[in-house]
C-alpha cells in the first residue's frame, strides 16, 4: 500500500473511532499518528487543567524547541500552570513548576523567568502590574485558549493537521460492504441468504458440512460475539439486509410509496445478512460504486468536523460573491421591544413583518423607516378560549411571539405566540391589516407557523409545546391533520412539495427530525439533527435544496446541507463560534447563499462551499445571536440589533430597490393630495401618477442649502482636563460619541447618554454629552518621549467596533482600549514618526501606517509583519476600501 493510501486509512480509521465514541483510542492514534490534531479535544483539556495529559499530546506533534511558535505554546502552558498554583498557595507546588517546567526559558529570557521568580515573594500574584486583571482560573484558560490557537494556525508544524479530510460519513463501513458485496458475486454457487459472520477470512457461500464452516460456526473469535453487535449498521444502501427488522427508507423511497408505513432507523444490526437486494448490480461490477451503495439516513456523528478547503474556488469568485451580499447598513429601525421573529412580504419587498417579546406586532415600510401598523397582543374572543389559557394568562399574562410569517400571495400573514394561540391577519396594502382567525391551538407554546397547499386550498400548519403537528383550514379554522409521535416539543415545521407529493419536515427540542405525509398515518422517518442539536429546516428559494441549522445544550451549532435522495449530510458548513449563545438562526438567498447570526455577527456561507465566505459586525450593536431575514430577493437582510433596534442591511440592487419605493410613496402623497383638493375620494390603486404635469422629480431630490445662521445649531463641548488645541477629531463608528486628540497628546472621548430627549443615544445638538473619564482620573495619553514638539503630526484611527484607538503624537504608536482607557501596546519608535493611520474595517489585527518618510506600513499584529511601500511624499491621508478591505 503506498503512503498516501496508508494515510488515508489512518483517516479513515480516526473516523471510524470517533462513531464508535472509542476516544481515548482515538486521541491515542492522532497522537501517534501525528497526522490530526484535535483542536476540540485540546480545548477540552485546558479548560479542565489536565496539564500532564495537554504535554503528552503536544509531544506527539511538536517538542520545545521546535521553533518559536512552538516555544510559546510550552511557556503559555506551564505559565498558566504556575499562576494557578500561586493562586491556590500551593507554593511548594508553585516552586516545583518552576524549577522543572519554567527552568527551561530563563536561557531564552532570563528576565522574564527573574520576574515570574519573584511572584513567590508576592503575599498575591495580581499586585504585579501586569497581572492585575487576572480574575480566575476558568477565564485565564479561556484566553489563554485564543492565544494557543492563533499559535497553533502561525505554527507551520500544525498547518496540515488542524484540518479533517472531507469524508462521508461511515466510510469505512462503505468499503466493506462493498467488499463483501464482491465477494459474495464471485461466489460459484450464491445463496439467496448468505450468512456472513466475520471480516477475517473472505466470504464464500459453501456448504454447512464444509470445514471452513464449521471451524466459523465453532470458533468464537471467527463467530459474532455480543460486542460485535451493531459493528455494520446497514441500511437500503447495503445489498445484504436484516430480514427480522424493518429498515428506515431514503426520502424518494417513502415519498413513492404512499402506503407503506415505516419506523424508526436503526441504528446498527448485527452482521448476518439478508438476500441481495441489486444483483444486477453486482453483475456489472464496482464501476459505478456510488449508485450501488446508498446510505440511509442516519443519525449523525457528533464528531468535529473540520473545515475542507475548495482548491476549485478562486479568489476573484469569492470577491464577486461578498458583492452580491447585502452588507450596508442602510436602515434603522427603533422596533421598541426585542424583535423575536421578522419576514418580508413576498411581493412588496420593502414590507417587514416584526414580532417582539411583548407579542405585540408591527408592519414596517424599511425604505421610509415608517411603521404603517402595529398591534398588542390580545386575545380576540376569551370566552371561546379555553380554561387552561385563561388560567394561564392569568397567572402570567406576558406573552411573546415565537414566529410571524407571511402566506405565499402576501394577503394573509400568520402569528404564532408562546401561549397558545395562532392568530392569522389579512392584509390589503399600506396600513389595512385586519383579523381573520383565532385559534386555540396547542397546549403551552405555539413554536412555529407554516403555510401550505396540501389541497387546492391553503392551510396553515402549526407546532407545540404539546408535542403535536396540527394542520388547519385557513378559511374556516377547522383542523385538518393532527400529528403525534415526537418525544419532545416541536421547534419548527417546514412544508415542502416535490414530485407532487406534499409533506413536511418537523424538527424537536431533543434533536429529532421527522417527515410525515398529510394521511394521519404517522411520521415515515425518524433522523438526528447534527449534533442532536434543536434545529429549523428551510429549502432553497427553488425548493431543490435542503438545509437546516441549530444549536444543542452545549452551545455547539451546526448549518447542513442534506442530500435528500440518499438521506445524507451532504455538506458540514464550519465557521461557527465554539460556544453560541442561545439557539442560532438562519436564513438562505439567491438560491446561493446562506446566513446565521452567531457571535454577534451576521455569517454567510456560499451554499456550494463548506469554508465561511465572510461574516460582517453591521457597524456593531449585534446581539450574541441575531435573528436574521432576507427579503425574496436576497437584496434586503434584517437584523435584530440591541437597544430593541432592527439594523436593514442591503445591496446595491437593495438600495436601489428602497429609493425606488420611497420616491414611489413621495409620488403617491403628492398625488394623493392633489385629488383629495379636487373633492375625489377614490381609492389611490386607480389612480396613476403622472410624473411629468404633476411631482417634479428634480424637485423632491433637490438637496437643501445651509445659508442662514437660523439654519445651525451650536453646542460647545467642554472638559475640565487640562488639554490643548485640538488636532484631531472623529465621530464613533456607532455615532453615538466624539473623540478629539489635543496637541499635548491626551484624548477626550465625549458620549450621548440615552434620555427621553435622546432614546437612540445617537450625536444630537439637543442634549449635551458627557464626557467619558475613568474614576482612577487615567487619561489616554500617546507617548511623546521622541516627538520633535512642534514638528510632529497627530493621527489616530478607530477600529471597527469602537473597542480600540490606535494613535501617535510624533513618537511611539499607541494601542489604548476604549474602555479602560489602557494602554495595550507601544510600538514603533520614531523616526520615521506616524503621519495617518487606519485599521483594516473587517480585522482589527491589521493596520495600515503612514510614515514621514514616505513610506505605507501594513502591520498585522498578531502575525508580527511588517509590509513596505514607497510615495513620493510623506501620507495625509489613508483609509482601506470599505467593501473588501484591500
Known amino acids: 500500500m503506498s503512503s498516501s493510501l496508508s494515510r488515508d486509512l489512518i483517516f479513515l480509521i480516526l473516523q471510524f473511532l470517533d462513531e464508535e465514541k472509542f476516544k481515548d483510542t482515538l486521541h491515542k492514534l492522532e497522537q501517534e499518528s501525528g497526522m490530526l490534531f484535535n483542536l476540540k479535544y485540546f480545548e477540552e483539556m485546558v479548560l479542565s487543567g489536565n496539564w500532564d495529559e495537554i504535554e503528552r499530546y503536544l ?135 448468505p450468512d456472513i459472520r466475520t471480516l477475517f477470512v473472505d466470504h464464500s457461500c459453501k456448504n454447512s458440512n464444509d470445514s471452513l464452516a464449521q471451524l466459523a460456526a465453532s470458533n468464537q473469535l471467527i463467530g459474532s460475539p455480543t460486542k460485535m453487535e451493531g459493528f455494520l449498521p446497514l441500511g437500503t444502501n447495503v445489498p445484504f439486509q436484516p430480514t427480522s427488522v424493518e429498515l428506515q427508507a431514503p426520502l424518494t423511497t417513502w415519498m413513492s410509496n404512499l402506503s407503506t408505513r415505516t419506523h424508526s432507523a436503526v441504528s446498527g444490526g ?93 408592519l414596517w415600510e424599511v425604505s421610509s423607516r415608517e411603521k404603517l401598523a402595529s398591534r398588542n397582543f390580545q386575545v380576540w374572543n376569551i370566552g371561546a ?69 396540501p389541497t387546492k386550498q391553503l392551510s396553515v400548519i402549526t407546532c407545540g409545546d404539546d408535542k403535536i403537528i396540527k394542520v388547519w383550514d385557513v378559511a374556516t379554522g377547522a383542523k385538518m391533520f393532527n400529528f403525534e409521535g415526537h418525544n419532545a416539543p416541536v421547534h419548527s415545521v417546514c412544508p415542502h412539495c416535490k414530485e407532487n407529493v406534499h409533506f413536511i419536515f418537523s424538527t424537536s427540542v431533543d434533536g429529532k427530525i421527522r417527515a410525515w405525509l398529510y394521511d394521519n398515518v404517522g411520521y415515515r422517518v425518524d433522523y438526528d439533527a447534527p449534533g442532536r442539536s434543536c434545529t429549523t429546516m428551510a429549502y432553497s428559494a427553488d425548493g431543490k ?66 469554508n465561511l465566505l465572510t461574516s460582517i459586525d453591521a457597524e456593531g450593536g449585534l446581539p450574541a445571536s441575531p435573528r436574521v431575514r432576507f427579503n425574496k430577493e436576497g437584496t434586503l437582510l434584517a437584523v435584530s440589533a440591541n437597544d430593541n433596534r432592527i439594523k436593514i442591511l442591503a445591496t446595491v440592487d437593495g438600495l436601489q430597490l428602497m429609493r425606488t419605493y420611497d420616491r414611489h410613496s413621495l409620488l403617491a402623497g403628492s398625488t394623493s393630495e392633489a385629488v383629495t383638493k379636487n373633492g375625489d375620494t377614490r381609492n389611490m390603486v386607480d389612480v396613476e401618477p403622472k410624473l411629468a404635469d404633476e411631482v417634479s422629480l428634480t424637485k423632491i431630490w433637490k438637496l437643501t442649502e445651509i445659508s442662514e445662521p ?74 511623546l518621549t521622541e516627538a520633535k514638539p512642534g514638528e510632529a503630526l497627530s493621527c489616530f484611527a478607530l477600529s471597527k467596533n469602537d473597542s480600540y ?76 476600501s470599505l467593501f473588501d478591505g484591500e
Open 385 to 453: 378560549s379555553s380554561m387552561i389559557l385563561k388560567a394561564t394568562l392569568i397567572k402570567d399574562p406576558c406573552v411573546l411571539v415565537k414566529r410571524i410569517v407571511w402566506s405565499p400571495d402576501g394577503s394573509l400573514f400568520g402569528v404564532a405566540y408562546s401561549k397558545h394561540m395562532m392568530q392569522l391577519y389579512t392584509y390589503q396594502g399600506g396600513n389595512d391589516i385586519q383579523q381573520h382567525l383565532e385559534i386555540d391551538a396547542h397546549v403551552g407554546s405555539v413554536n412555529d407557523i407554516a403555510f401550505c397547499y
Open 710 to 783: 437660523a439654519q445651525f445649531r451650536l453646542l460647545r463641548l467642554s472638559a475640565p482636563v487640562k488639554a490643548d488645541k485640538i488636532s484631531r477629531l472623529i465621530y464613533t463608528k456607532s455615532g453615538t460619541a466624539i473623540l478629539a486628540l489635543a496637541t499635548n497628546a491626551i484624548h477626550l472621548l465625549w458620549k450621548w447618554p440615552r434620555s427621553d430627549l435622546n432614546s437612540s443615544g445617537k450625536v444630537t445638538t439637543k442634549v449635551t454629552p458627557q464626557l467619558v473619564q475613568q474614576s482612577s482620573g487615567m487619561a489616554m495619553t500617546n507617548d
Open 805 to 880: 484607538v490606535m494613535s501617535a503624537s510624533g513618537g511611539k504608536i499607541s494601542l489604548f482600549n476604549m474602555m479602560t482607557f489602557k494602554i495595550m501596546t507601544t510600538f514603533m519608535s520614531p523616526p520615521p514618526a506616524a503621519t495617518y493611520l487606519a485599521f483594516h474595517p473587517h480585522d482589527n489585527n491589521i493596520m495600515a501606517i503612514g510614515m514621514e518618510d514616505s513610506t505605507i506600513l501594513i502591520y498585522n499584529v498578531r502575525l508580527d509583519k511588517l509590509a513596505y511601500w514607497e510615495l513620493s511624499q510623506f501620507a495625509l491621508c489613508l483609509i482601506f
Open 59 to 193: 509531544l506527539g506533534f511538536t517538542k520545545l524547541d521546535d521553533n518559536r511558535h512552538s516555544m510559546k505554546i510550552f511557556f503559555e502552558i506551564r505559565k498558566q500552570k504556575y499562576l494557578e498554583a500561586l493562586d491556590e498557595l500551593d507554593r511548594s507546588k508553585a516552586v516545583d513548576i518552576l524549577a522543572k517546567d519554567l527552568k527551561v526559558f530563563a536561557s531564552f529570557n532570563e528576565e522574564l523567568f527573574r520576574e515570574m521568580t519573584m511572584l513567590l515573594t508576592l503575599d498575591n500574584f495580581r499586585e504585579n502590574e501586569q497581572l492585575y486583571n487576572y480574575k480566575d482560573s476558568k477565564t485565564a484558560r479561556a484566553i489563554m485558549l485564543i492565544e494557543l490557537k492563533k499559535l497553533f494556525e502561525a505554527n507551520p508544524l500544525f498547518r496540515d493537521k488542524l484540518q479533517f479530510p472531507n469524508i462521508r460519513g461511515s466510510r469505512l463501513r462503505m468499503l466493506i460492504n462493498q467488499s463483501l458485496n464482491w465477494q459474495h458475486s464471485l461466489c460459484p454457487n450464491p445463496r439467496q441468504n
Open 545 to 610: 435544496r435542503l438545509f437546516s441549522c441549530g444549536t444543542n445544550k452545549d452551545g455547539e451549532s451546526h448549518i447542513v446541507e442534506w442530500n435528500e435522495n440518499e438521506g445524507l449530510v451532504k455538506r458540514s458548513y464550519q465557521g461557527f463560534h465554539k460556544r453560541s449563545q442561545g439557539i442560532v438562526q438562519f436564513d438562505t438567498a439567491k438560491n446561493r447563499f446562506l446566513a446565521v447570526g452567531d457571535d454577534y455577527l451576521v455569517k454567510f456561507w456560499d451554499m456550494d462551499n463548506v
Open 270 to 362: 448485527g452482521i448476518d445478512f439478508g438476500r441481495v437486494t441489486n444483483p444486477a448490480a453486482i453483475s456489472n461490477g464496482l464501476g459505478n460504486s456510488d449508485e450501488m451503495y446508498k446510505t440511509r439516513f442516519s443519525g449523525v456523528s457528533d464528531r468535529v468536523m473540520f473545515p475542507v478547503t475548495n482548491p476549485g474556488q478562486s479568489q476573484s469568485v469569492m470577491f464577486n460573491s461578498t458583492n452580491e451580499l447585502p452588507k450596508t447598513v442602510a436602515r434603522t429601525l427603533n422596533q421598541g421591544s426585542i424583535p423575536t421573529s421578522m419576514d418580508f412580504h413576498p411581493i412588496q419587498q420593502t414590507l417587514l413583518l416584526v414580532g417582539t417579546n411583548v407579542g405585540s406586532i408591527s
